[in-house]
């Protein structure tokens, strides 16, 4: 029988990498300017993100600006959207699945079985989830990586990773471990029955027992 602290543990970790991976897509900072070499101009701060660029002055003062064209955007940005939205679908999806086959819910309560095999199934999204926002956020992370280190790139171009891509990484790894938490906790089969035996009769009285 799955146990509910467990499959609630593995829920809540899934539900905080849910929030994570959100708080991910939605940031600004998947990228910022690096001061690395000759690059010492301190006096501003550019970061890029999904959806819109920023500029930070030394003042505190930010100003952002979304992206005016989606077609004009280059096709890492864009296939990094694509991948943390389907994230964040299928991770809504398997949390109300993951809901359904949890111990502590009234729904299939009569059918422990079929209780257990929705759980894992919302395990098993937790985790394609998870991967999807992992290539999501090392996709990007690789492409800032080879550009950083390409001769070729100028020195005031050059962009080192943000924080929503460090967001973006806890948040799929918790998501993944929270989803093998709900798979690893069902069980194979109902519960063990202890074999039926009939009932043993008395046998022929023995001739010192009669009267």
């Known amino acids: ?17 849910f929030i994570g991976i959100i708080a991910s897509t939605v940031m600004a900072e998947w990228k910022m300017s690096s001061y690395a070499g000759d690059n010492i101009i301190t006096a501003q701060a550019i970061y890029e993100g999904l959806w819109k660029s920023c500029v930070s002055q030394s003042t505190g ?15 890492m940005v864009q296939g990094t959207r694509g991948l943390m939205l389907v994230s ?7 949390m109300l699945v993951a809901i359904v086959g949890m111990k502590c819910t009234t729904i299939l309560e ?31 992370g690789h492409r800032i990586a080879q550009e950083f280190y ?3 790139t100028p020195t005031n171009a050059r ?13 799929a790894c918790l998501t993944i471990i929270g989803g093998a938490f ?23 009285a023995s001739g010192t027992d009669r009267v």
């Not at 964040?88 to 398997?94: A, G, K, P």
Request: glycine share 12%; charged share 10%.
């Open 110 to 140: 009569d059918q422990k079985q079929q209780k257990n095999k929705v759980a894992m199934v919302g395990g098993i999204m937790f985790i394609i989830s998870g991967l999807f926002a992992l290539v999501g956020t090392s996709w990007y």
């Open 150 to 152: 390409d001769p070729f």
């Open 159 to 171: 962009y080192e990773f943000g924080a929503a891509l460090f967001v973006g990484w806890g948040a």
């Open 88 to 94: 964040i679908i299928i991770c809504l999806i398997s």
């Open 182 to 204: 709900l798979c690893c906790n069902c069980s194979s089969g109902g519960p063990t029955k202890s074999p039926h035996y009939p009932p043993s009769r008395p046998g022929p």
């Open 61 to 75: 003062q930010v100003q952002c600006k979304v992206y005016d064209s989606i077609l004009h955007l280059p096709a």
């Open 1 to 17: 029988m799955a146990n509910a602290g467990l499959q609630l543990l593995g829920l809540s970790l899934a539900f905080v990498g």
